[in-house]
Every structure is written in C-alpha cells, then in structure tokens.
C-alpha cells in the first residue's frame, strides 16, 4: 500500500502460468485477442487428452488472474472458459496469443488509486448473436472515484436478438 492507494502484484503467479508453456514466446501483441475472438472454427481438429488438460487447467488460471487483477484479460478469458469442454487447435492459438500478451505486458500493475472525487460511473455495453451459437456477450465496469472496482465479461445465456429500429420507435 502507498499514499491512498492500493497496487496489486500478480507477477510470481503470472510467472507460473507462463512457466506451464515450457517455451519462451517471442512474438508481442497490443491487444489480448484477435478481431474474431468468439468465433470457433467447427473444423478444427479437437486437442487430444494431455493436450484438453492443460488448456483447461491454463484458462482456469486466467480467469483467476483476470478476475482479480488484469481486467485487461477478461473479454478474452471469458470466451476460452466456454471452450474448456471441447477446445480446439483453433482455441489453442486463441490461448497462445493471450499468453504472449501476458508474457509481454506482465509486469502490469492494477492499481486503485482515487482520481476524482467520489463518484460511481458504470459502462454497459453487449454484443448481439457474437457467439456462434447465436448467444449474446455482455460487458460491465463500474468506477468509484476514477478507480475500477468492477469488471465483468460474459457470454449470455440465452438467446436474444437486438431490437430493431421500428421496435425501439415502439418503445418511446
């Protein structure tokens, strides 16, 4: 803890994480997921029994992490926890290129320090029929005095579609 301010420090088990990969990644990414983040290839060719463990165990990780500190993971990690059943070579690369974002922005701090004078703002946001079982993917995060305190990303689940526009003129 320093002056008003709370920093959390996840690199030893972020360091763990990356150890579990037995390889250094060369590559550097600005973003934690790729534009087609939701979408799964039905033709890749599942991970054998070694290979399904290891991917379950790792996003299990990164739910932990993200949950706790590195909101910047969520989105991502989100969707590779609905994969965890049945994960693909495709979901692999996935899983890759998460981890070579995280190898590259490892020492990321989240840090609560207030900003502004006391106030709460939240953001909500979703996406209609992303996931290729037509389900919705919503967003939230709450701020207390500049600080984010709440970071949520899930995958909805039921079906729903967006309204369109003569129902939204319905509505007013």
């Known amino acids: ?8 420090d996840m690199i ?5 994480i ?7 990644l060369l590559a550097s990414y ?3 997921a790729v534009k087609e983040c939701f979408h799964a290839k039905e033709d890749s060719p599942p991970l ?3 290979g399904k463990q290891k991917f379950h165990t ?3 990780k990164l739910l932990y992490l993200s949950k706790r500190a590195r909101p910047d993971l969520l989105t991502a990690t989100s969707f590779l926890c609905t994969r965890v059943k049945e994960p693909t070579k495709t979901d692999q690369k996935k899983l890759i290129r998460l981890l070579v974002y995280l190898q590259s922005t490892r020492s990321l701090k989240y840090n609560l320090t207030p900003t502004q004078p006391l106030s709460v703002v939240s953001y909500i946001d979703a996406v209609f029929a992303t996931h290729d079982d037509s389900k919705s993917h919503s967003g939230v995060t709450i701020f207390v005095a500049g600080m984010l305190v709440y970071a949520s990303s899930k995958k909805q ?3 729903a579609k967006s309204p369109t526009e003569s129902e939204l003129v319905a509505l007013t």
């Open 1 to 8: 803890i320093q002056d008003h301010a709370v920093i959390v």
């Open 12 to 16: 030893y088990y972020i360091d763990q």
């Open 18 to 24: 990356l150890a579990e990969i037995h390889s250094a």
């Open 30 to 32: 600005n973003t934690p």
């Open 48 to 50: 054998d029994g070694v």
């Open 58 to 60: 790792i996003v299990a």
């Open 157 to 159: 689940k039921c079906v």
